[in-house]
């Protein structure tokens, strides 16, 4: 069953000159501040505009902000004195992503239908127990909670169903069972899953649970179709002639791109590399002279492996901080003493040191949105609290710890100090990659021999 009629009223077109007290202009660079609740320059702009509803003036209140370590986003809200009709609702500043994500989520207590969502008016909503869909499209994007998410979709089936009872008893009737097992699902009575899926990949689902591994929750990136990239309005490249091949192993390449924090022009620099013992890689580093950004990614130069790889490496002594680090998109990081895991994707490609990761594995669980002010639960700052300790005293080599990379394509690297001959302290192990595994690399599907066979003959 599809919830196309949980779509609100838009934001009212129809604006007119800002009030007479506008908020303090943060000035260039700055425009998206960190969302901080102490920061007391962050104002919203207020904005005269029509109501629609009455049609007369109310006034809409815009926030631009930035989620850290998420996205940047414009916080909307309408509202008018006269009728008392209001409006909210959410919307992506940033770029879309590369790859399109789903979040999996099943809701097992009352305390996951308080899960934090960010979803977009690109994302879909499905609850596959009631066979129940809201459309990309048909709702704005909100800042919203698990049960905000079901209580929308509740009143979107409720405000026609006046209409509906008067020409269309029963279907009237039939929409009205379906609310009320809506109804049910907010009360928890039994386990139901929920899953939103974004192409653009702007949308998010919290993990209360962080720094630990929240096992009710599944995220999956993919690659969008083309289907999806004509909705989000993406037109695919035109096929370039090839050049004639060149040794770039000596050279940096440059080339244009905009700065992913004040999207400013800015200059990407591109390496070719070849790691000792283990194969070419790219590394990429952008440079924003405008604000000051920097950001580098590592990408595998070669194909995906026949076989997945696990490393296992113990630390033991503040020398193996140095230690040089491949980690690729697609590689996970496990540390069983912290009960820390961090997922594919996150983080993205690095080239680094066992230090660097670990000291980005710290900044990115203490600066979590989510886990600090009025969105932290009673005892998660405590745990934030240990698990930052343990990680200090694991870079200074007072804490032994496994460190594990699980790589299903391959293409992670630890550095071996004793090369070429076996390091004690860590083992390597090949295995084969499971179904749920290829599907993520997109390698069912792919057929490299005898693919020009079933192709009809030519004329």
């Not at 949308?203 to 179709?225: C, G, M, Q």
Request: proline share 7%; aromatic share 6%; net charge negative.
């Amino acid at each position: 069953m599809s919830a196309g009629g949980a779509v609100e009223p838009g934001l009212p077109a129809a604006a007119a000159a800002p009030s007479p007290a506008p908020a303090r202009d943060p000035g260039p660079g700055h425009l998206f501040r960190p969302i901080n609740a102490e920061d007391e320059e962050q104002q919203p702009t207020e904005i005269e505009s029509l109501c629609m509803n009455c049609y007369r003036n109310g006034m809409t209140r815009l926030l631009l902000t930035k989620i850290p370590f998420f996205r940047e986003i414009i916080v909307s809200s309408f509202s008018c004195e006269h009728c008392g009709w209001n409006n909210t609702e959410i919307q992506s500043a940033g770029r879309i992503q590369d790859q399109g994500v789903r979040y999996t989520l099943t809701v097992r207590a009352q305390e996951d239908m308080d899960r934090e969502v960010v979803k977009t008016d690109s994302a879909t909503t499905r609850i596959p127990e009631l066979d129940f869909e809201i459309p990309a499209f048909s709702q704005k994007g909100a800042l919203t909670t698990v049960e905000g998410l079901i209580s929308r979709a509740i009143s979107g089936l409720e405000q026609d169903q006046p209409t509906r009872r008067a020409n269309e008893e029963a279907v009237a009737e039939r929409i009205d069972e379906f609310i009320a097992k809506l109804k049910e699902l907010k009360q928890v009575a039994s386990p139901f899953t929920l899953i939103i899926d974004d192409p653009s990949g702007n949308s998010f689902v919290e993990n209360p649970h962080a720094p630990r591994k929240d096992d009710a929750l599944v995220i999956t990136h993919y690659n969008r179709t083309l289907q999806q990239e004509e909705m989000l309005g993406l037109q695919a490249e035109a096929p370039e002639e090839k050049p004639e091949e060149e040794d770039i192993r000596n050279e940096v390449l440059q080339f244009n791109t905009n700065c992913p924090e004040c999207n400013a022009p800015a200059q990407t620099n591109m390496k070719l590399v070849q790691i000792p013992h283990f194969k070419e890689v790219i590394i990429m580093a952008t440079n924003c002279e405008n604000c000051g950004h920097r950001t580098n990614e590592v990408k595998s130069g070669g194909a995906v492996e026949p076989l997945g790889t696990r490393i296992t490496f113990h630390i033991t002594d503040p020398s193996d901080m140095t230690r040089d680090l491949l980690k690729s998109e697609t590689c996970s990081v496990e540390i069983p003493e912290l009960e820390f895991e961090l997922g594919m994707a996150v983080l993205g490609g690095k080239f680094t040191t066992l230090e660097g990761m670990l000291k980005d594995i710290r900044e990115l669980v203490t600066k979590n949105p989510f886990t600090l002010g009025d969105s932290s639960s009673p005892g998660q700052t405590e745990k934030l609290q240990e698990f930052s300790q343990k990680l200090d005293q694991i870079l200074e080599g007072i804490l032994k710890a496994h460190f594990i990379m699980d790589d299903p394509a391959g293409n992670s690297y630890l550095q071996n100090v004793y090369a070429p001959e076996d390091d004690p302290e860590m083992k390597v192990e090949h295995y084969k990659r499971t179904f749920d595994q290829n599907e993520e690399l997109g390698l069912n599907d792919m057929k490299t021999e005898g693919y020009e066979t079933g192709l009809p003959a030519q004329r």
